[in-house]
């Protein structure tokens, strides 16, 4: 396990070192509010660009996991760059990665579990650059579930990754 | 028939803050060491509960007749509830409170099939000192077995109680009783989603329940200090998930030492000097002791796999722990010193939370395998393993003082239409029978059984 995440995120430096976007920097803004939406002139609605809600519904905000499973499936990191892209674009925002669990294990194990999973999403963010003094961690193991029910449908979608903009 | 003498043993013990209780031996007069026939073997099986009258104690007015029903029936709940005794209804006694004080008619009792019979007075000084004394007759021997009295302020009759109610155990079984015990746990209230989950305090039997904190940050597995008046836990305070300390006394909280990241799983050492726990930082957990005096912190063990819910065996000598380092979830021990790690579960599916007995002979699990949690125990070295109980969720076993019983917690599973989640707390006897409901006003889970109260 351990040797996969360290591959993964090599290959993910090696990634950004082939594209420093700069083309991206011109866009990012100080403040972590209301930015111009130079994208979006012509939407009168929708989420505020650099928003909580416009990552949420834009970028994507979790990502999920396998049973008893920490390492990032294709969907996961497809998600994740998007958020690394998102992230270096709007510079000022700061994040907390949680790591959740489902309920099918014991209370101190999947506590330890979704630490190891706020960290594969912390440390495969900070290999595509997004600086680690922005990415807080922290492990809510199965105490937050974000969908009732004891079935492998909630399950799959309580072993998740969120990136919650502060 | 019944003069009987009273020797005086042991001084004064402490209790609280206001109960002294001074406890001396009501010894019988003519104490022929007949072959007493009141004895159970609670290591077997299933033993058939012994038939024990518990009379009502003779009061001397009408607040001290009231105490003494009142004892009766904290007394009777709690031989009940340990499986080993069947109370026989009052309504077939032979005998009033009042008409034993001038002797037992231990025939009259054989034929309402009383094995164990129980009396009592309690007398009240104007001053509001009350003196409870208890007898316990073996009915088959027509002889007293044990007498003790105590002295309390009116409000400590119930801890008297439950103190009568370990000698009564003790005498019958041999063992230590553990109805002079508190549990800790996480009283849970609030829809699935949004859980709202409280440190909480209760007598074993569910008397004199209080909450300790407010519900407003999330706390988890809260564990009893030797002393039982200390408490540690885990605390979401200000959103930074670390092991904190609670006394019970001063309702004071403080964070247990300066770590890097989310501290975990704490439970104290058995002198009570130090706290062991789980260190996680950067994806990894690992096992440190935070010596109390000195606070300095001592890294047991450094593994690149999840190591947690470290328990000390009572002796200090050794721990055991879960680890995932070799592929699954399974229990290891290992020294003090983090040395002599060996693995000791091969079963299948997985293995955690582990607690060693208090009599040091076995270790409590919760196992996971198939679609199914057990909560099981199995020999330090590895052999004997046994299942007590399956559910779909039953987790975190807790040992009573004596070893031979273990409480847990039981959740249901979620329903479809929102059907609220379900947990409740259980206990069990070692030998897989007498499962029972512990009453919670709320539902309840990580339940912590305290020593037997000092």
């Given at each position: 396990m351990r040797f996969k995440i360290i591959s993964l995120v090599a290959v993910a430096m090696l990634a950004t070192a082939c594209s420093s976007k700069p083309e991206q920097t011109a866009t990012a803004t100080t403040g972590g509010t209301a930015a111009p939406a130079p994208a979006a002139p012509a939407k009168p609605s929708g989420p505020v660009p650099g928003s909580a809600e416009d990552f949420i519904v834009n970028v994507g905000d979790r990502v999920f996991f396998g049973f008893d499973k920490f390492d990032l499936t294709p969907e996961a990191t497809a998600t994740l760059d998007r958020q690394a892209a998102w992230l270096k674009q709007y510079k000022a925002v700061t994040i907390t990665i949680e790591g959740h669990a489902d309920e099918r294990g014991t209370r101190e194990y999947n506590l330890a579990l979704g630490e190891r999973r706020a960290n594969s999403v912390k440390n495969y963010l900070t290999a595509l650059g997004v600086e680690a003094a922005r990415v807080q961690t922290i492990s809510y193991g199965k105490e937050r579930p974000q969908v009732v029910g004891s079935n492998e449908a909630a399950w799959t979608q309580n072993r998740r990754g969120v990136t919650v903009i502060n | 028939m019944q003069a009987n003498a009273l020797f005086s043993t042991g001084g004064w013990r402490v209790v609280g803050r206001f109960i002294a209780l001074v406890a001396v031996v009501l010894a019988a007069g003519f104490a022929a060491p007949a072959r007493a026939e009141l004895e159970i073997d609670i290591t077997s099986g299933n033993p058939q509960p012994i038939p024990i009258a518990i009379t009502n104690f003779a009061g001397d007015n009408p607040n001290a007749t009231q105490i003494g029903q009142n004892i009766a029936g904290v007394i009777s709940a709690n031989l009940e509830r340990s499986g080993l005794f069947r109370p026989l209804g009052p309504a077939r006694f032979v005998q009033t409170p009042d008409s034993l004080k001038t002797g037992v008619r231990f025939a009259d009792w054989r034929l309402i099939q009383a094995q164990g019979l129980v009396t009592g007075t309690v007398s009240q000084s104007p001053d509001g000192r009350t003196r409870i004394e208890f007898r316990l007759f073996d009915v088959t021997a027509g002889q007293q077995v044990t007498g003790l009295a105590y002295t309390v302020q009116a409000d400590g009759w119930r801890r008297v109680a439950h103190i009568i109610s370990d000698a009564i155990y003790k005498r019958v079984t041999g063992e230590e009783g553990y109805f002079d015990t508190r549990i800790v746990y996480i009283a849970e209230s609030g829809p699935a989603l949004q859980r709202v989950k409280q440190l909480a305090i209760m007598d074993?039997?569910?008397?004199n329940h209080r909450f300790l904190t407010d519900g407003r940050v999330l706390v988890l597995t809260p564990r009893f200090s030797p002393s039982t008046q200390e408490i540690t836990y885990l605390s979401y305070f200000n959103n930074r998930p670390r092991v904190y300390l609670f006394n019970i006394d001063t309702g004071r909280q403080e964070v247990l030492g300066d770590f890097p990241g989310m501290t975990f799983a704490p439970r104290f050492s058995p002198d009570g000097n130090k706290v062991i726990m789980s260190l996680a930082t950067s994806g990894n957990s690992d096992i440190y002791t935070l010596d109390l005096r000195t606070r300095r912190q001592t890294q047991l063990t450094n593994h690149p796999g999840i190591d947690t819910s470290p328990s000390f065996s009572p002796d200090g000598s050794r721990v055991v722990f879960e680890s995932d380092r070799g592929g699954s979830q399974q229990l290891y021990t290992m020294n003090a010193d983090g040395s002599d790690v060996k693995r000791i579960t091969f079963g299948q599916g997985r293995y955690g939370t582990p607690v060693w007995s208090p009599r040091g002979d076995l270790i409590a699990f919760t196992r996971l395998a198939g679609d199914k949690f057990y909560i099981g125990v199995i020999r330090p070295d590895g052999t004997g393993e046994r299942l007590l109980t399956e559910a779909y969720h039953v987790e975190g076993p807790t040992w009573a003082p004596n070893g031979r019983v273990l409480m847990f917690f039981k959740e249901r599973p979620s329903g479809q239409a929102g059907k609220q989640r379900q947990a409740k707390l259980y206990s069990i006897d070692l030998t897989g029978f007498n499962e029972r409901q512990v009453l919670t006003p709320t539902d309840a889970s990580d339940p912590a059984w305290s020593p037997l109260i000092p």
């Open positions: - | 074993q039997d569910g008397q």
